[in-house]
């Protein structure tokens, strides 16, 4: 804990927050939370011209940050999502990836893997095993804002992801809902059954109602930039390049790949906020004597980056479509808690990198760093060492993990340390290896990288090396994709990755462009501070310039 407090207050010192004032305005009954899963931030200015509804209303009405970015390394789903959620990066809230090595039982665990906290499944799938906030190591702006009011405010989120659901929630929410597996989902953690307005909505609104349907651009096609078949894509199956894209055959039975398409449409963001205006009814949200919150975690532009990159159609029209889902959902608002008694704020867990086959037709250099190169290396370094034995437990993303007592044997043989970093660092596309015991987020450093990569870890559950991948390549498994059938992905400290919108209307906000430092980490303080609440915990600074007095 003397850690702990100690990091929140380096950071603060760098980040100085400005003095709550006592004559804030009346606090918002809802506060809103969106975060559009892979959403750069130059898609405003690049492809915003075509928007005409939520996201137009956001960016014209509200205050946007234009240099809003992620201050560290390892810019994955969890760990943004939990840096929203919370108001601190990695190095504070202990989210490093999405999934990672655990020494103690030397196996990989996902970020909200938790047996005792069995899933609850809402239709006939059956999703894996339990889920929780248990790894985060400090409370939810949710959270507190629920404990300031005495345990009275409704906490409610959704999203197609466990960990995107929980780390906008933390340990204790109303409803806390997922798609996995066929089915959405909640957790023992948050409810001891089904949820009766999410089973309500589910039942009357299935999944299925959208097979056979076809997704084809909203837009004519000369509104969209780049082609509609990019070099390097790779459709999700069953659909190909170009539009339009079927979601399985109408009269058929829903099949894995039908399920896999819906993800990957617009018609999931389209159902996650139909679901968000049915908690705003049902429970309902923002409508009494407490101020609520709502979180939405919006995953079909990740499915759809991830497959056709940043350039493609299916990335345009998926914001297209977007606009005209949160206009809805703005709307909505409006006519139930009121224009002026709610709160929104939206950003981006992370961005993307541009397909490197395009960039390198462009003459960039850019390329697919294979992990299991770099493993590989770092194995034979250490056999050349050591003599043979297994020396290399795992990598994920940037972390490299050995084995159990690996790291002591290389610190007591003179040069072995350094022999093997050097090896990992002849892999094709690494930039810098870092030995991770040299990390420290409480320390000044002039090296710009070296303090991205102390934020973005966590002592104890990083990897033993941290490699960077050089600007435009991406980490990939053996078969060259970041996952089965992925054309690119992120997960760096480079502009294209950190760099997100962060975006702010409704009470408590002074509209406006604002061009100064900010990062997601903000977001909480700021909301905090409009709410009346305090959020000691959090390392990130309240956006004064924006709060209206």
């Known amino acids: 804990m003397r850690r702990l407090f100690g990091l929140i207050l380096a950071l603060s010192i760098l980040a100085p927050a400005s003095p709550v004032t006592t004559s804030a305005p009346a606090a918002p009954r809802l506060v809103v939370m969106l975060v559009v899963d892979q959403m750069r931030n130059d898609y405003i200015d690049d492809y915003g011209s075509n928007w005409t509804h939520g996201l137009r209303r956001l960016v014209s009405e509200g205050a946007r940050f234009r240099n809003a970015a992620y201050p560290y390394f390892n810019t994955v789903t969890c760990a943004g999502h939990a840096t929203i959620g919370t108001g601190t990066v990695p190095a504070i809230h202990g989210i490093i990836l999405n999934q990672w090595w655990h020494r103690e039982d030397q196996r990989e665990r996902s970020c909200t893997d938790d047996p005792s906290a069995p899933t609850i499944p809402y239709g006939s799938g059956q999703p894996g095993g339990g889920h929780s906030a248990i790894r985060l190591r400090v409370p939810t702006f949710a959270q507190t804002l629920d404990r300031a009011q005495g345990d009275r405010a409704h906490v409610v989120t959704m999203a197609m992801k466990p960990r995107s659901a929980i780390m906008l929630a933390g340990g204790h929410a109303d409803a806390v809902t997922w798609f996995e597996n066929r089915t959405f989902a909640t957790s023992a953690a948050f409810s001891p059954g089904r949820v009766a307005f999410v089973q309500k909505f589910i039942d009357a609104s299935p999944v299925e109602r959208d097979l056979g349907k076809a997704w084809d651009r909203l837009l004519p096609p000369s509104a969209y930039k780049y082609t509609d078949e990019g070099e390097g894509e790779k459709p999700t199956k069953g659909w190909t390049r170009v539009f339009p894209h079927q979601l399985g055959a109408a009269g058929a039975e829903a099949s894995d790949a039908f399920y896999s398409q819906w993800a990957s449409s617009p018609f999931s963001d389209e159902y996650l906020a139909r679901m968000a205006e049915a908690a705003i009814d049902a429970i309902p949200l923002g409508q009494g004597t407490t101020t609520d919150y709502l ?45 002026g008694k709610y709160v929104v704020a939206l950003s981006a867990d992370h961005g993307v990198a541009v397909i490197p086959e395009q960039l390198k037709r462009e003459g960039v250099d850019a390329g697919r760093a294979i992990m299991d190169t770099a493993s590989a290396r770092a194995q034979a370094a ?91 390549w991406i980490w990939v498994a053996d078969d060259g994709t970041p996952a089965p059938g992925d054309a690119t992905t992120h997960g760096t400290g480079y502009p294209y990755d950190t760099r997100v919108p962060l975006l702010l209307l409704g009470a408590g906000v002074r509209p406006g462009m604002y061009e100064g430092a900010a990062t997601p980490a903000d977001i909480a303080p700021t909301l905090a501070r409009i709410c009346g609440v305090a959020l000691p915990t959090a390392s990130g600074r309240g956006l004064d310039e924006a709060i209206a007095r």
């Open 295 to 339: 979180g939405v975690s919006f995953s079909a532009l990740d499915s759809v980056g991830h497959k056709f990159g940043p350039r493609s159609h299916e990335v345009q029209d998926v914001l297209a479509r977007f606009d005209v889902t949160i206009g809805r959902l703005l709307d909505h608002l409006d006519a139930r808690v009121g224009r």
């Open 382 to 472: 250490l056999v050349h060492a050591f003599g043979p034995g297994e020396y290399v437990a795992r990598m994920n993303y940037t972390n490299l993990f050995l084995m159990p007592g690996v790291v002591d044997r290389l610190t007591r043989q003179p040069g072995a340390l350094e022999a093997v970093m050097k090896a990992i660092e002849g892999t094709p596309g690494v930039l810098r290896v870092i030995d991770s015991r040299v990390l420290n987020p409480d320390a000044g450093t002039s090296d710009p990288l070296l303090r991205a990569t102390a934020l973005g870890e966590f002592r104890g559950r990083s990897g033993d090396f941290i490699v960077l991948p050089r600007t435009n």
